[in-house]
C-alpha cells in the first residue's frame, strides 16, 4: 500500500489515513494518540517556541524572528479591530490562537510525508464550533434578549418577520458548516491535487519508451501547486481568522 | 568630472541644496511610481494566475456558503420531521428555507468581496474580472 508500482497510479487519499500512535480508551470512547494529534501537538508546540523563543531579547530594534513576530501580532490586531471594533480586542487571543494554529499546521502539511490535521472535516469542526459557541455565549452574556435582534433587520414588514427570522437563523446556523468546510476543503483539495500531479510523474517514468520524456510536464506543474498550496496554506488561515472576527462583531453588536 | 550628488553628500555629511532637489525629485519619482503601481488594474498585477486564483477562492467561498445553508435547512427540517412524525413537509420547508438563506449568504458575502475589492483596488469585481476574460479559454 505504501510503495506504489512503478507505472502505476499512487493513491492520493493514502496521505489523510489516521494511524493509531499510542491506544487510549476512555469510558468506551476511542481517544487514541494518532498521527493528527501528534500533528497538532507538533504545530501549538512550534507556535509557542517560535513566540517565546522570537520574544528573548524584546529589544527596541528587533532582530528578523523579533519582527516575525511581531508582524503576526500586528496583523491579527489590526484585523480584529477592523472587522470588530476595538472592543473586539478581547477576543485577540482566540482569533490569534486560532491564526497561528491552523497555519501552523497548513504549513507543517507541506512538508513531505508530514499529516496535515486540517484536511479533516472532524478538526475544522471542532475549530468552528468554538467559534460559533463563543459567538452565542458571549452574545447572550453581554446583550442578553437582544442579542435575538440579529435574527430580525429592521425594516421589515410585520407580515414578513416571522419568515425573514426563519430564514436568518437557518443562515445563522449555517455559519459553522461553511466556516470549517471551507478551510477543510481547500487543504484537501490542493493536497490531492499535488498528489495527482506529482503522481503523473512516476506513472509516465514507469511507462517506459517516449513516455518518459514527457515526464517533466507534470513535474514543473508540481511544483507550481506546491507554491501554490503554500499561499493556500496562508490565504485559509487567513480566511479562517478573518470570519472569525466577522462572527464575533455579531456577539459584541448584535442589531445589524 | 562631475561627483553623483548623493555621493558628494555621503562624503562631506552635508547636503547641499542641488542635492536636495535631486533627492525631492527622486522621491516624487518613487511617488509616481506607487501611484502607478496602485492603479493598474489587478489583472496586472497579480498577474493572470493572480487574478484566476482570486476568482476562484471567491467562487470557493460563496459554493460553500451557499451549499451549506441548504444542508442545514434540511437537517433540521429531516429532524423536525423525525420528532414530530409530519414527513415530509418540514424537510421540504426547511430545504426551501436553506435555499433562501443560501442565497441570502452569497448575496451578503458579494457585498463584503466588492467592498473589498473597491477598498483594495478602487475597481469592483464585475470590472476586473470581466466574463469576457474567460472567452479565450
Sequence with gaps: MATAEPGEMPDPIEQFEIKKHLDFEIFGL???????????????????????FSMQGRALVPTRLQSLAEMSYEF????????AGAEGMKFFPLVFTLFMFILAGNLLGMFPKQFTFTSHLIITVALAMIVFLTVIGYGFKKNGPGFLKLFVPSGVPVVLVPLVTAIEVVSFLSRPLSHSVRLFANILAGHITLKVFAGFIV???????????????????????TALEFLVAFMQAYVFAMLTCMYLNDALHPSH | MPVPADEKGARTGRISPADREAFRKRSLELDRRID???????????GRAG????????????VADFISAIIVGGVIGYFADYVLGTSPWFLVGFL?????????NVMGSYNRMQADMRAATGGDIGRDM???AYDDD
Design chain 1, 30 to 52: 476511542d481517544a487514541s494518540f494518532t498521527n493528527s494529534s501528534l500533528a497538532m501537538v507538533i504545530s501549538a508546540l512550534i507556535v509557542a517556541g517560535f513566540l517565546i
Design chain 1, 76 to 83: 491579527i490586531a489590526n484585523m480584529v479591530r477592523e472587522a
Design chain 1, 203 to 225: 506513472m509516465l517514468l514507469g511507462a517506459g519508451g517516449a513516455t518518459a520524456l514527457l515526464a517533466p510536464l507534470p513535474m514543473l506543474m508540481t511544483v507550481a501547486i
Design chain 2, 36 to 46: 502607478e503601481a496602485r492603479g493598474a488594474p489587478v489583472e496586472e498585477r497579480g
Design chain 2, 51 to 62: 487574478a484566476d486564483r482570486r476568482a476562484m477562492s471567491y467562487g470557493f467561498r460563496m
Design chain 2, 96 to 104: 426551501v428555507l436553506g435555499f433562501v438563506a443560501g442565497v441570502r
Design chain 2, 130 to 132: 470581466p466574463d469576457s
